[in-house]
């Protein structure tokens, strides 16, 4: 489960969960074997800091989805500013084998982008006259990585040779029409969880500082890190404040 202990506020409109970009909602949705979950979620909550997190309750799984703010602190002496920068976090907790999960984020048709991807980064970048945008998630190098941090089943750990013999087949990243990407997860056995990464930056077009694509890059674990710190600062700020106010 995504941020146990952090209050929420249920929602009464469960609409579908997005990113609002310049080129469009950035949307998400989960397939289960073959049925798709339907894009409205079962629960809807409102977190502390402009966060949301949407629940799913399927035949043999929960899903949930965490949309938040991000700040990928950039270095301002080497990358021009943000004009905004949001992130979710997708996770799924498998209460029986799952043979095929698949998760994907993306643009209207429409939009038009191009692989952006590096070393355990799968990303595309949209472009205009005016915003350049840049999605990002892990690749097939950076789940494998991830196991080692519990983001995802341990095992994923031994499928790395898959990755770098570029035979396998049935799990991956998809990048389609470069509107955005689909994960294809290796399979889940019952008690399994698996949490992915998605950061979407904008800027404008004519900073040449490539500073989209550096701040896409976060884990899952790091993403839930600054929710967690961000919802600590709150909580002191508003106990000093009522401090203040019985003095």
């Not at 009464?12 to 289960?32: C, E, H, K, V, Y």
């Not at 689909?182 to 077009?205: I, M, R």
């Not at 961000?230 to 009522?242: F, I």
């Amino acid at each position: 489960m995504l941020l146990p202990t952090v209050p929420r506020t249920r929602l009464r409109s469960a609409d579908q969960p997005a990113i609002n970009t310049p080129f469009g909602p950035l949307t998400f949705t989960t397939t289960i074997g073959n049925t798709s979950l339907p894009l409205r979620p079962d629960e809807l909550f409102r977190l502390p800091g402009d966060c949301v997190l949407a629940r799913w309750v399927a035949p043999g799984a929960r899903v949930e989805l965490l949309l938040t703010p991000y700040d990928p602190e950039l270095d301002p002496e080497n990358w021009g500013p943000l004009t905004d920068c949001r992130a979710a976090v997708w996770r799924i907790d498998a209460h029986t084998p799952l043979g095929r999960v698949q998760f994907s984020a993306g643009l209207a048709e429409g939009a038009d982008g191009g692989y952006d991807g590096g070393q355990a980064l799968a990303a595309i970048t949209v472009e205009d006259e005016k915003t350049r945008l840049t999605i990002g998630g892990s690749d097939e190098e950076a789940i494998c990585q991830a196991a080692r941090l519990g983001e995802v089943p341990r095992r994923w750990a031994g499928l790395i040779d898959e990755v770098h013999d570029h035979s396998f087949s049935t799990w991956g990243v998809d990048y389609g029409h470069y509107q955005g990407m689909s994960w294809t997860l290796p399979p889940l056995e019952a008690g399994d969880h698996c949490e992915l990464p998605v950061v979407t930056a904008w800027a404008p077009a004519a900073d040449e500082s490539t500073n989209t694509w550096y701040a896409v890059m976060p884990s899952p674990t790091m993403l839930l890190s600054q929710v967690t710190s961000e919802l600590a600062k709150r909580a002191d700020t508003s106990d000093a404040h009522w401090a203040r106010q019985a003095q």
